[in-house]
């Protein structure tokens, strides 16, 4: 039977939790020549080999760090199955889910990453040590840009690391290292649901190789990865859109295929059939009646699993060309394709309609109805205005495709200066290229030019089905729109040690100074229909165009200081940036660590910094946008019908005998427009955390760390969200002369009968108001032993690994502007906090490596959480749990098979029951109705597939 090579996939030294908050140790070849405190851990690393460590610029020997860093080896990517990195990364404790391949609507087909809550933009992302490519005006990286099968580890710093690598890292770093590759590998994985559905697959090949005499190296590598959709209409639980107060029930928008008309004049009377908020429905094509709750099920048209194709192509290399000096490259290139798909558009909004032009399409009495009230208005021009609401099923579903198309180039040349000390510099070009094309969409103009006798072509809207060819022709229009973002860095930096000296005969200081230069720039680009608001479909939007620079200059020093068998470390790093942005101009980070082992075995450390994120170029220069964010009108509320809100209503626009009245909103989503704010200044934050790690040395492999952090951010840039704006200036505030109030008081936003629409929409900017706090513990625990048996080998063992890495956020508070009420969200989830948020999080490992065959099952976990206001159907999502099983096997030493399972016992969100429209019975609590994000539930943070089974190969040659 073949054994294992040393740097095989799975090995009896492999860290099988492969998620680590404990610091990565450099590898030493004899126990006994181990400095205090060290621990085994890669095989390149040598005693003495000076190693860089995420979150510093100084090459050390002791390589554990002041600030703790969580690690996930490349083991955890092949044991879960996963190609994509969202799907190892979102299960991080510290991570709560960004945008993700279940993101459809809101979604924008990227993955991203949302370290500690805080925010996809506040979270540094780097490869190797530095910046990635971005993909849009708010300079956030898209995870699907990083080949997974390349990674070697991934590094997550809790806190502000500003001081050592600028802009942006105020919540924390993620850096991803990728591998070189020696000889020729090929792999491949394919993945599908046990329905059968939502299949996926991958292959990818790479070669690396040395030459001239090992003077030089290169990697080359490629990848293709394919992912099938899964409609919402695919699973129970989704298959209906539900909503509900008190009781759970079938739900949907007032938007019908079959029509709605509300008539909103002065008149007394609405005509027989017209409710008392002015409706009629069409039931059958021209002919209405009174309105009667009807709602239009939209779910199962929307993907719950986005599409995806990608190809990605890259290289590496360095060669020596004499001296110790040596130059290296990167390139990479990204192919990716993504798209979003929506039930048929909902036209809703005030359109004037010529009663002569479209009589033939309505009932002799029901448009006798229609002549009286417009008669009524007192002119002859027989035109008649109508606020309409027509789901234009005629034209099929919305699609949007995104395109990306990013290449990153980077060249730079490295070598000694003196025996202690070396340089580094290098230069990075990134740009990345969006297409984004939409069908469905409908063209305002020609919609009304169908209503009101202009076009030649009458349209019918009046009852389902009515739109003919010719109809949908005259008013659909196809939409696209384009962005660009490039990122240019410039780095030049010395580090090393002061020859040998050291305080009290310790090891030498350590020190890295340098200098960078950065620009960044974007372009949003929509097309004449997009940029005029003339596109109801997907979402408008005016061009955005800006970009800024920064030069900066940063240090860093490392001080050791041992004394018999305890030791301590110094640490400290500092930062200048000169922004070419007025109102950020010049701006100071840094920090400030100690590391003190006063017993083998025994690390206490601690570090506070405080960091800085520059606003992007989105915030900055945004073009005024389109949105239909969820939210509630407080005038459409019981609440409204007395005291100060009820006059706050009034005074916004609301007719004093609609009030309250839940006709007053349409839907469940309001619409908003978001633009940049070019006076915005950086955001600050301010981080600390101290722990202790624990290795004792009667309990062999054996390790466990504890550390808390604190991360403040003060001046953060918030667009509020709608739904938050609504409940602070109505509920909380109550002042139309506040900031507060502003967007709604400051200009017009309802129609004459009160109703916010899309000519209204509430105007929304980013502002430096907001402030953020969190805090907690994180807990990592990890034991690496033998089990005395073995089935496939002759030694009469097998390894055994444990690792849990878990979270205790104690505190999660949201203020929107200063002296409003912090919003807390540890514990909570709903419309202002967004994704749940537990208070307990972890995710844990146990595998068991018997010679060429490992078994594995990883264990995920989310406490209980509720919503942040209460008052809904489902006001509590249960701890929720789920049990991955992965088998690997060496066949022989260049071949390895997996197989497994994720959600091992089909846990999904229930799939509901209706005794007519009300839920009769559901068996768990993740099915949710109006305090959902998407799909009824939060499908980034609970599995809405089910279970998968994945199976994967790769050689080695």
């Known amino acids: 039977m073949s054994t294992f090579k040393k740097s095989a996939l799975f090995t009896g030294t492999v860290i099988a939790s492969a998620m680590l908050v404990t610091p990565v140790y450099a590898q030493v070849q004899d126990d006994e020549a181990r400095e205090p405190g060290l621990e085994a851990a890669p095989d390149d690393a040598i005693v003495g080999e000076p190693i860089v460590v995420t979150g510093s610029r100084i090459p050390q020997r002791n390589v554990d760090t002041a600030a703790p860093v969580a690690v996930v080896n490349q083991e955890e990517f092949q044991l879960s199955g996963t190609v994509n990195v969202e799907n190892v990364i979102n299960t991080l404790p510290q991570v709560v889910p960004g945008t993700t391949s279940f993101s459809n609507n809101p979604g924008n087909g990227s993955a991203t990453l949302n370290l500690r809550g805080l925010g996809a933009a506040r979270n540094l992302v780097l490869v190797n040590g530095r910046r990635w490519v971005f993909f849009d005006t708010a300079q956030i990286v898209d995870l699907n840009t990083i080949p997974s099968f390349l990674i070697e580890s991934v590094d997550v710093v809790t806190g502000g690391a500003s001081a050592v690598y600028g802009s942006d890292a105020i919540a924390g770093v993620t850096n991803f290292r990728l591998r070189d590759v020696q000889g020729a590998e090929l792999g491949g994985q394919y993945a599908v649901t046990e329905r059968g559905d939502g299949a996926s697959y991958e292959i990818h090949g790479a070669i690396g190789t040395s030459f001239d005499d090992g003077r030089g190296s290169a990697t080359v590598f490629g990848e293709y990865f394919n992912r099938d959709s899964v409609f919402q209409g695919d699973r129970a639980f989704s298959n209906f859109a539900l909503g509900g107060d008190p009781d759970l029930s079938q739900g949907g928008s007032s938007t019908l295929p079959s029509g709605v008309i509300r008539y909103f004049g002065d008149s007394d009377t609405t005509g027989t059939d017209f409710d008392a908020n002015g409706a009629v429905v069409f039931d059958t094509a021209g002919d209405f009646r009174t309105r009667q709750g009807d709602l239009y099920n939209y779910a199962p048209a929307n993907y719950l699993q986005i599409p995806q194709e990608r190809y990605l192509f890259g290289g590496y290399a360095d060669y020596e060309v004499g001296g110790g000096h040596g130059l290296y490259t990167e390139v990479t290139y990204v192919n990716n394709r993504v798209a979003q798909e929506l039930a048929a558009t909902p036209v809703t909004g005030d359109f004037d309609v010529d009663l002569s032009s479209i009589a033939d399409f309505l009932n002799p009495a029901d448009l006798a109805q229609l002549q009286a009230l417009e008669a009524q208005e007192g002119d002859d021009d027989d035109i008649i205005n109508l606020f309409l609401q027509r789901r234009t099923v005629e034209t099929g579903s919305r699609n949007s495709l995104d395109e990306r198309n990013a290449f990153r180039v980077l060249g730079g040349i490295t070598g000694p200066v003196t025996d202690t000390i070396s340089y580094d510099a290098y230069y990075s070009f990134a740009r990345t290229r969006n297409s984004n094309i939409q069908e469905g969409n409908i063209s305002a103009s020609l919609f009304q030019a169908g209503l009101d006798g202009t076009s030649d072509n009458p349209i019918n809207i009046f009852g389902p089905n009515t739109l003919t060819p010719e109809d949908v022709a005259d008013i659909s229009i196809l939409a696209q729109n384009s962005d660009v973002s490039t990122l240019e860095v410039v780095n030049a930096s010395l580090a090393g040690t002061f020859g040998d000296y050291g305080l009290f005969d310790s090891d030498p200081i350590g020190f890295a100074l340098g200098v960078e230069y950065r620009a960044v720039g974007s372009r949003f680009i929509p097309d004449t229909a997009l940029a005029s608001g003339d596109v109801i479909g997907f979402n408008a939007g005016q061009p955005t165009e800006g970009s800024y620079n920064v030069k900066e200059v940063f240090a860093e020093l490392n001080v050791p200081i041992e004394f018999g068998a305890s030791r301590l470390e110094l640490t400290g790093a500092g930062r200048y940036s000169d922004y070419s942005l007025e109102n950020v101009g010049g701006v100071w980070t840094y920090a400030g660590g100690v590391e003190f082992e006063p017993v083998r075995g025994v690390l206490l450390r601690g570090q506070y910094q405080r960091a800085i994120r520059a606003p992007n170029v989105g915030e900055l220069f945004g073009g005024a946008a389109l949105g239909f964010p969820a939210a509630t009108d407080p005038c459409a509320t019981s609440a409204a019908t ?41 955001e600050t934050s301010t981080s600390y955390t101290f722990g202790v790690a624990l290795q004792p040395d009667f309990v062999p492999g054996f390790v466990i760390t504890a550390d808390y952090f604190n991360i403040e951010i003060e001046d953060a840039i918030s667009t509020i969200s709608l739904a938050q704006s609504l409940a602070l200036c109505f509920n909380d505030v109550q002042d139309t002369t506040s900031t507060a109030c502003q967007p709604f008081f400051a200009q017009p936003i309802r129609n004459s009968a009160g109703v916010i629409i899309v000519d209204t929409a ?69 419309l202002r906090c967004g994704q749940p948020q537990p208070e307990f999080k972890w995710t844990s490992r146990a595998s068991l490596i018997d010679g060429p065959v490992t078994a594995s099952v990883r264990w995920r976990h989310l406490g209980e959480v509720d919503d942040e206001t209460g008052g809904f159907a489902v006001d509590t999502i249960d701890s929720y749990d789920l049990i991955d099983l992965t088998f690997a096997f060496e066949a022989t030493e260049e071949f390895t098979v997996t197989f497994g399972v994720n959600n091992l016992f089909d846990t999904l969100p229930c799939s509901p029951t209706f005794d007519g429209t009300v839920v009769a019975s559901c068996d768990n609590s993740l099915t949710l109705g109006d305090n959902q994000e998407q799909a009824n539930t939060y499908p980034s943070t609970y599995d809405v597939l089910g279970r998968r089974f994945f199976v994967s190969a790769n050689f080695n040659f």
């Open 762 to 830: 509430v105007p929304l900017g980013g502002q430096n108001i907001a402030s953020f706090e969190t805090s907690g513990i994180d807990l990592e625990v990890s034991y690496d032993t033998t089990a005395p048996f073995s089935l496939f080998t002759d030694t009469g063992e097998s390894g055994l690994n444990f690792g849990f890495l878990g979270t205790w956020t104690e505190d999660y508070t949201f203020t929107a502007f200063p002296g409003s009420d912090p919003l807390q969200c540890a514990g909570f989830f709903g």
């Open 642 to 682: 007395s005291g100060t809100l009820r006059d706050l209503c009034i005074a916004n626009g609301v007719p004093a005998g609609s009030v309250g009245d839940p006709g007053l909103q349409l839907n469940t989503q309001i619409p908003a427009t978001f633009g940049g704010n070019p006076d915005l200044e950086e």
